[in-house]
């Protein structure tokens, strides 16, 4: 019997660290569901200490799961205690708490003298706090995770003691993570080949890696550790995560479906729904699949080519080593019009991962009828779109209600916003360099706020020239910046709604206020 890989998706938790991307807590339910359908075996859920709206997710999402289900957990009992609380409800719940290993962190992290004088007396504090925080998530259930951070820059025989406390303490999953990306895959596989070797008790533990992309190798170094001992893998969809992402669960996957002959594992994943799960995770995150991404980009199956067209045509597998379909690509698009109906839609929707009730489904197919009758046909990727902009969307503090802009060769671009929040209404114009500016100095002025703006993209994320636009803006304030996202068959209200977004997410996170009354506009 070929031996069995554990895939645990972290999308729901480091992917979100991704830059840009954030989920509300209906969209990373949603994704769940889609993830449970696509068959991994653990979801980490979030980081629940981290904000209400992590723990809730956590919460919301160990409660309707029948997958294993993870909370993060820093190595401190408050943590523990928090992502226990957040999976009480769990059928499958685990706990993975981690701590830093490496010098450099330990020294960085740790540099306070209450952690010890010498590097040797903190590394000391480290092994202690790891045990502690091991044992204490233990009195709370069986299934345990521990990570030692940055494992990949840490001593090899300090890694090899830190593993074995962690065991000793009751761990029954550890994960040696190449956090900063810096390993090689040769050298990352005989570290764990090394303490396979080295930790006396590893054979009651699951050895698990956790691999990001800092120098494009966290497929294949999760790939040599497996060939190496490890039995679980860490890896997200689309590889988002922080920086320069996690591991892609399907580029590994895939590797491991196509190349049997040379890596035979038995993994549990319905491969035909990795497309869904992709386009999905990509639409509500807003972070852009690269065309010529591996298994899920627009061109992994393109053949441009006269040579490679004539080759396919004669043999597939010429050019082809896995077929588009086998990944779930459906070669045929289906297009939607204002003449299809709700039950068309509903199953579409369901076809494309989506649960909705039928409440919902109301909701989504007004918002449906209204795309169809300005574009016609609608495809696939304006359902997407559809969904995340009427169903999951949270009632935001300051909504778009009217724009009117001007523009046009000869004239001063200007343009009128009327913005709502509660029962106020607001109402602002002014002029721009650009019927955007226009529109981003009326909002301004409206909310008497002045974001800096880091970053302004807008791209269609349909096809035709009657595609929907999406608009992603990044605001920062300080240490912190909000992302909004907005989509429009009208770029410019794309733009304005993102920008609305961005600057909700603000006030929401300062806990301030736009108040309105007879002197003004002030944020409180
Ligand atoms: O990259 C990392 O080290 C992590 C740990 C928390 C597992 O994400
Ligand atoms: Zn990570």
New binding site residues.
Partial sequence: MNERIIIFD?TL??GEQSPGASLNVFEKLEIARQLATLKVDVIEAGFPVSSPAQFEAVQRIAAESEVIIAG?ARAKEIDVKSAYDALRDAIHPRI?T?LCTSDIHILGKFADSKYGLTLEEKRKTVLKMSYDAVAYAKTFMPDVEF?A???GRTDIGYLADIIETAIDAGATTV?I???TGYNFPSEFGNKIAELKKRVKNIDKAIISV?C?DDLGLAVANSITAIQNGARQV?CTINGIG?RAG?ASLEEIVMALKVRKDIANYFININFSEIYNTSRMVSGFTGVVVQPNKAIVGENAFAHESGIHQDGMLKNKQTYEIMTPESVGVNKTKIILGRHSGRHGLKVRLKELGYHITEEELQKVYDAFLELADKKKEVFDDDLRVLMGDEIYKVQELYELEYMHVNAGTKTIPTATVRIKTGENVIQESSTGDGPVDAVFNAIERALSIKPTVESYNVRSVTSGRQALGESIIRIRSGENSFTGRGTSTDIIEASAKAFLQAINQFLVFTNSKVEVNENGISIK
């Fill in positions: 972290t938790r480091d993060l993975h981690f990570s951070e940055d494992a994960n993570p190449d956090t956790h990001h860490e922080e996690n």
